[in-house]
């Protein structure tokens, strides 16, 4: 260990060199680099670091406590599993960017200012959309286009909200933030445009299942829990994210249930997970902030879990269409049993890691007598098992046999998958060693009689329900489709309306610009002319122009002094 | 023991080598000394700074002789800044120098040459840190009569011109200055800067004393080259040896703008100037025009080299202007600027005089396709075009800041958008490079060109760095710059 040296700088140092390194030995260094830098993570003391000043401002760009441990230590996990999973691949960019990635994820957590969480922040924009390009069609460059603007945007809006609040405060530390200034509420914007709140979470759909088959497991990793740590640190126990988070496990149920790709089935059950987080962070007690900590450190594991194993299925077979798959648990065995593992811990079924992690959450909700937000946690449960528990796992392996016969998943990926299978059960079987890291004292039993059997109820009737409608064949098919979300209107409808009308500003533009180009030539014209850069007045003559300047400027000098004094 | 002597051996280090490098035949041994000699002074340069670090004042007799009959050397804060740019951004070029002559002059010339470089710097050494109104004038006429010898040594023949010129400009300036200077001492009998400050205020209504602040202030304006004095600064510049104009660039108008403000706050007074004389009513006018016109004009250059001095007419502008807005914020801005653009500017030239070394033009359009012929230059230049701009990280963000704050300050809008909108066409003008660089395809006679020796390309790489460094570390500039500025302005209160 070395005092003081931000574990995000050895990440963010380390992957620009990967590139250099030569392909035998670049899979040890790429495994080895996270190691190293989450062993200086675990061996530092807590406190503030690496201060610098800067423009009178005092940055303290390494802050290690409770919180921002928890979340380091989990990125250092996923940047692990996720280079093992893609170890497989020769192109470089995957490790690259993934540990750039992961490092400004890092950095961002370990941020003790608002500065440098800006720049980790655009930092994890700029680095993550080559996992989304690494994929190299052109529906992924469009997606990851849009996903950047929205991201660089998010920085921006973050940026600003600073600036505000700093001339307001004058003090940029990350700390506890409210609502009332209008620097607050930009920055909870920017926060919640990274955590995919309804309305703003369109990008996470849209781009994630355009990235690389070991390019989404990172983003599903680091973008989204970074901002459910910002909210953590500087909005806990804002009344509003409650309900923002309530909404955010219901509605993409809907979604996920008629949604064809599998991995967008993945994503979106991404976005009702982070829903459970912010409402923990929206109720702000130590028990339901450590079940944000806690759920997020799960949630991590078993959905890198799940997208491990689609993006396996999609390796092998080609495709993540639920309509084209099917019967694959013959060819994949080792995967199925994965995604069986990953889709029980995301359920939150009883020794699984979602469990433990889940059950703090809703217990958090029901102590606070929220009936309303408890009856909606318990309808987004049922909803989970059903979209990523049963549907995920059925419609891959099971179900009509698709007839595809592929090979069982590389051993890299196998390897990954194992690793991350094993610490979701083993989180759900020991949840102390999960606990003991919480940033506040945990005094909490996950395995209660009532616990158990309340959960265990929940998805006997939820797996019914399914059963019931496959049988009665009144499930929604899988269909090859397009399903419209929200971003229809700014991605179908918006341009349909504002086309036309750009067009005309276009056509109005372009003769200004001719306009501007006209005076400017004659503009130009007369400054050469004038100011002579290509001189061809003689040299006599511009001297004595200059002197005669000169003693034109002082005559005026000194009648202005003399009148004016 | 050395310590007590610094502020006299800054000087003397470069002073008397001077003369010991115009009798060393062999050039290459020059250079050496030339080098022992600088980098000494940047050791002093900076010994001196940490002395006068917070605020205190150094005051050496030399010869023992007390102020006000003996001439006496003053280092405060301010100076000392301004002798860290001198000695480190000429050391700089310096280091650059020896293989950058090789292709412009045989190598028995070397020496002379190096003899007169180093002259300059002592002369703009002395400037910077004497106490004695009189003093500045000699040392003034010494570093500009070394100036027109350097402009002259260029390999074009409108070198000889260009220096002719500036020489008639550079005299005229400087005479103005010995006649302002005279008239002060006509009516107050002293020439020490300090005795001057104190007996002038009581003379304030005095004709000659009114007159003579017209003449320094029309001289010193020549020498910084405001507008519409400017004229003589695009050509010296252009046609000047290539590593030359890096040091002219760096070095000849700051320390004309540090004159510039010791004399106005220091020796006749922020009272005296700003109330009742209203220099800031013609200092503000003029300084937008020249920023606009000169950023305009860069614009339309095809020559780098004469864009980049077309540049310096806009970016010594802004310097002017934070002066004139006479506040903290754009004091500080001035003196920042005037350190930030200094070792941008140096470095700029000196990534061109690379370029040209190389290509033997600064044509926009022989310099086609450079970013992929020599990257390492390129991307050095790229930096420091982005400092030129001002964005965020670089040093020139920094100075532009307290600019558009200072506007800000007194409620002036307009100024503050006219400043941002000057900041976008130093965009256009570094854009307009890149875009040559980057996205145009190589020339066909350039197509074997590779990147310049190590020996030229760490010193523009220095540049490079500190651009970024002083972008974020703004303790030795912006952070003296603002307790100069208190302290200037303090005075007056």
């Not at chain 1, 909005?235 to 509003?240: D, H, L, P, S, W």
């Not at chain 1, 079924?349 to 699984?352: A, G, R, T």
């Given at each position: 260990m070395i005092d003081g040296l931000n574990p995000a700088l050895i990440l963010i140092v380390g992957a620009l060199l990967v590139p250099l390194i030569p392909q035998p030995s670049r899979r040890v260094y790429v495994v080895l680099l996270p190691l190293v830098s989450m062993l200086q993570l675990i061996l530092h003391p807590s406190g503030t670091f690496g201060e610098i000043s800067f423009f009178n401002m005092t940055l303290q760009t390494f802050r290690l406590d409770g919180l921002s441990f928890v979340f380091g230590l989990i990125f250092h996990i996923a940047a692990v599993l996720g280079v093992i999973y893609a170890i497989h691949d020769d192109d470089p960019i995957h490790p690259t960017a993934g540990l750039l990635y992961a490092g400004a994820a890092i950095g961002a957590a370990l941020a003790g200012d608002l500065v440098t969480l800006f720049v980790y922040w655009e930092l994890t924009a700029v680095s993550s959309v080559f996992l989304i390009w690494a994929r190299r069609t052109e529906s992924a460059f469009k997606a990851g286009m849009r996903y950047l603007i929205v991201q660089v945007g998010s920085g921006v809006v973050l940026l600003a909200g600073v600036i505000i609040l700093f001339s307001e405060t004058g003090s940029v530390a990350f700390n506890e933030m409210n609502l009332d200034s209008i620097g607050g509420k930009l920055i909870f914007l920017a926060f919640g445009i990274k955590c995919a709140f309804p309305f703003l979470h369109n990008w996470l759909q849209d781009a994630y299942p355009e990235a690389t088959a070991s390019g989404t497991v990172l983003l599903s990793a680091f973008t989204t829990k970074l901002a459910v740590y910002a909210l953590a640190r500087g909005?806990?126990?804002?009344?509003?994210l409650i309900w923002i988070g309530a909404i955010m496990t219901a509605f993409p149920i809907f979604f996920a249930v008629i949604e064809n790709d599998l991995r967008r089935v993945l994503a979106y059950s991404l976005n009702n997970q982070l829903g459970f987080m912010v409402v923990a962070i929206g109720i702000g007690t130590p028990l339901a902030l450590n079940g944000a900590a806690a759920h997020a450190f799960c949630h991590i594991l078993y959905k890198a879990l799940l997208f491990m194993s689609m993006g396996a299925v999609l390796l092998r077979a080609g495709t993540c269409k639920g309509s084209e798959l099917g019967g694959l648990y013959k060819s994949m065995p080792f995967t199925t049993v994965c995604c069986i593992i990953g889709a029980a811990s995301i359920s939150a079924?009883?020794?699984?890691s979602g469990f433990v992690s889940k059950s703090m959450i809703v217990s958090a909700v029901a102590y606070e007598h929220l009936t309303l937000i408890w009856l909606m946690l318990i309808f987004a449960s049922a909803g989970v098992f059903h979209h990523s528990g049963i549907k995920i796992p059925y419609f891959a392996f099971f179900a009509h046999d698709s007839g595809i016969r592929c090979e069982e998943a590389p051993l890299s990926m196998r390897v990954a998958m194992g690793i991350t299978a094993a610490l979701c059960i083993g989180i759900g079987v020991f949840p102390g060693a999960l606990y003991a890291i919480m940033p506040y004292p945990v005094d909490y039993v996950p395995y209660t009689v009532a616990h158990v059997i309340t959960q265990l109820q929940l998805l006997m009737y939820s797996a019914l329900a399914f059963t019931v409608m496959m049988l009665w064949k009144i499930y929604p098919p899988e269909l090859k489709s397009t399903n419209l979300d929200t971003d229809w209107f700014y991605r179908a409808a918006a341009p349909a309306i504002i086309k036309p009308i750009s067009a005309q500003v276009a056509r109005l533009t372009i003769s200004t610009q001719q306009l501007i180009a006209g005076t400017a030539t004659i503009g130009l014209a007369a400054f050469h002319h004038l100011l002579g850069p290509q001189a061809k007045l003689s040299r006599a003559v511009d001297s004595n122009a200059m002197v005669a300047l000169v003693t034109l400027t002082l005559s005026i000098f000194l009648l202005l002094y003399l009148v004016l004094s | 023991m050395i310590s007590t002597q610094l502020p006299a051996i800054v000087l003397l280090l470069t002073l008397l080598s001077a003369p010991i490098c115009s009798m060393i035949r062999n050039g290459d041994h020059a250079w050496k000394l030339a080098m022992f000699a600088v980098w000494l002074s940047v050791a002093a340069a900076f010994a001196l700074m940490s002395q006068v670090w917070g605020g205190t004042t150094l005051s050496y007799h030399m010869g023992g002789w007390p102020p006000p009959w003996g001439i006496e050397v003053r280092v405060d804060e301010l100076s000392a800044l301004v002798l860290i740019l001198i000695t480190l951004f000429g050391a700089l070029v310096i280091s650059a120098l020896r293989e950058s002559l090789r292709t412009v002059m045989r190598s028995h010339r070397h020496s002379l040459y190096y003899a007169t470089f180093l002259l300059c710097m002592a002369a703009l050494i002395g400037i910077t840190i004497t106490g004695d109104a009189f003093n500045v004038f000699v040392f003034l006429e010494i570093s500009s009569l070394s100036t027109y010898a350097l402009i002259a040594r260029g390999r074009d023949r409108r070198a000889l011109v260009a220096a002719f010129r500036y020489l008639i400009m550079g005299t005229i300036g400087a005479t103005f200055i010995l006649i302002a200077i005279g008239f002060m001492y006509m009516v107050t009998g002293t020439l020490n800067m300090a005795d001057l400050a104190q007996r002038l205020p009581e003379h304030a209504d005095n004709k000659v004393i009114q007159a003579s602040f017209a003449f320094f202030t029309v001289g010193i304006a020549l020498k910084v080259a405001v507008f519409p004095l400017h004229y003589w600064l695009p050509n010296a510049y252009t046609y000047a040896p290539k590593a030359t104009t890096a040091f002219l660039a760096a070095t000849a108008t700051k320390v004309a703008l540090y004159v510039m403000i010791r004399f106005i706050f220091d020796v006749y007074g922020v009272e005296f100037s700003f109330s009742q004389m209203r220099l800031d009513m013609l200092l503000i006018p003029l300084s937008i025009a020249g920023i606009l016109l000169g950023s305009m004009t860069a614009i339309f250059q095809s020559d780098v080299k004469r864009l980049l001095a077309w540049s310096s007419v806009a970016q010594l502008g802004y310097m002017v202007l934070g002066v004139a807005l006479l506040n903290t914020s754009g004091l500080t801005s001035a003196v920042t600027h005037m350190f930030n653009h200094a070792m941008m500017k140096a470095g700029l030239f000196l990534a061109l005089a690379a370029m040209i070394y190389r290509?033997?033009?600064?044509n926009l359009r022989d310099l086609a396709g450079i970013g992929r012929t020599m990257p390492l230059t390129t991307a050095a230049f790229v930096i420091l075009g982005a400092g030129l701009v001002g964005v965020p990280l670089t040093a020139g963000f920094i100075s532009k800041w307290y600019l558009v704050s200072a506007a800000l300050d007194k409620g002036w809008l307009p100024l503050a958008a006219l400043l941002i909108i000057s900041s976008l066409m130093a965009l256009a003008y570094i854009a307009k490079i890149v875009d040559a660089a980057y996205f145009q395809p190589v020339p066909d006679q350039h197509q074997n060109v590779r990147d310049v020796p190590v020996s030229i390309l760490t010193p523009v790489w220095v540049f490079a760095l500190l651009t970024i460094y002083f972008g974020i570390d703004t303790r030795m500039t912006a952070g003296v710059a603002e307790r100069v500025a208190q302290a200037l302005l303090s005075v007056a209160s």
């Open positions: 909005y806990a126990g804002t009344e509003i079924f009883p020794l699984f | 290509v033997g033009s600064s």
